[in-house]
């Protein structure tokens, strides 16, 4: 594809830097709560403006920004350092499947709160014992009237403390292949049958959580995209999970990068011909990652859903990312490790990548197979 910006998304990487500029809100304070009540009010001032939701149907409250305008702000945001928004699991995946597989009920219902931050979400996927294994599930969901009684446990479900609404897949047919018996549920999380325990992480934060479910109740109309489909509703959440990753994945570790080459230069090792040979790998792996993001959404533009090609920049970021932390921390030697430091954070925070999104063992199968087209090892 033209990696060369058009007069139209130019003058829109323009205005945003200079809103960028003009409205953004600091550094983020310490703690928890002060950290989601500042997310909060950021992701509002977004909405405000129109680039919450940026690449929705404007029908659905969207600004129907092409998907050349979405990764423009995603690289400007990171280049900006801007926060995050509060409620990203309801921007990049809840509100893309409900427009994608929902009802105009659903959509009607759900999309503008996700858009305010009114109502956060959060992903029912994985499970004790189906991580990779998805469609392994064991959560159950039972028909009683015109609701699903579900009982089962989820787990490293991010922000459930603060959600409103689960994106839940149930097995709702325990006769059909493992592929088919699943269903896609919105199961409203203020009820008492669903219980929320932090899983404090090796950084000292908790935004992971486990869910013990026993008994809750979902309407039927409560459902997304039909009674056993489940895996392929669940399929579009993931694609578009990873699909969001690229083009401000990429623009991050640019960033991370130059950040590590002042590290090394204050530390005396900017000419070690070990460490310039390390930063000069992970420069271009990171310009592999940032034109692999770009070919990922080529493909978007060609087929108007996201595709396995989305698999391949969060892979490479896993690693890339890794990569240039665990060079951090032995560039500062001794001192690579000091709890008070942002490295050691990062560090730390990394040995996440190549777990959260989709393991790194999934991605390279999906990789080889589907967009490889290598034959299946088993």
Not at 4 to 21: I, K, V, Y
Not at 32 to 41: G, P, T, Y
Not at 189 to 213: C, H, K, S, W, Y
Not at 262 to 286: C, H, K, M, N, Y
Request: proline fraction near 4%; include cysteine.
């Amino acid at each position: 594809m033209d990696l060369t910006l058009s007069p139209n998304e130019q003058a829109f990487a323009d205005e945003l830097r200079g809103w960028l500029a003009d409205n953004h809100p600091g550094e983020e304070p310490a703690g928890d709560e002060a950290a989601w009540q500042f997310r909060l009010d950021w992701q509002r001032r977004l909405h405000e403006r129109g680039y919450a939701g940026l690449s929705w149907p404007e029908e659905y409250g969207g600004r129907g920004a092409t998907l050349i305008e979405q990764a423009i702000f995603g690289e400007e945001m990171a280049r900006a350092r801007a926060p995050m928004a509060a409620n990203v699991l309801g921007l990049v995946m809840g509100g893309p499947v409900v427009i994608a597989h929902g009802s105009e009920e659903q959509k009607r219902r759900y999309l503008e709160p996700i858009l305010s931050g009114e109502e956060i979400w959060c992903q029912g996927f994985s499970e004790p014992e189906s991580g990779s294994d998805l469609a392994s599930l064991k959560t159950r969901a039972v028909k009683d009237g015109d609701e699903w009684v579900v009982t089962g446990q989820k787990v490293w479900t991010t922000f459930a403390h603060h959600a409103k609404w689960c994106m839940l897949v149930a097995r709702t047919d325990p006769d059909a292949p493992k592929h088919q018996g699943l269903t896609y549920f919105l199961m409203d999380m203020d009820q008492e049958a669903v219980q929320v325990r932090p899983l404090r992480q090796i950084t000292g934060e908790a935004e992971f959580n486990e869910l013990f479910i026993e008994e809750a109740r979902i309407p039927d109309a409560n459902v997304v995209g039909g009674v056993g489909n489940g895996w392929a509703v669940a399929i579009t959440t993931l694609m578009h999970e990873r699909a969001g990753l690229g083009a401000a994945s990429a623009a991050s570790v640019r960033i991370a990068l130059g950040q590590l080459v002042e590290l090394a230069r204050e530390r005396g090792v900017a000419d070690d011909p070990t460490v310039r040979q390390r930063i000069a790998a992970l420069l271009i792996e990171s310009e592999a990652l940032r034109l692999n993001a770009w070919r990922g959404l080529t493909q978007i533009m060609k087929t108007g859903v996201p595709g396995p090609e989305g698999s391949l920049p969060k892979l490479q970021w896993s690693a890339v990312n890794q990569g240039l932390t665990e060079l951090a921390v032995a560039i500062q030697g001794e001192d690579g490790l000091a709890r008070d430091s942002d490295w050691t954070y990062r560090f730390l925070r990394a040995r996440a990548n190549s777990i959260e999104g989709g393991t790194t063992e999934i991605l390279k199968n999906i990789i080889a197979e589907r967009v490889l087209g290598l034959p299946r090892l088993r």
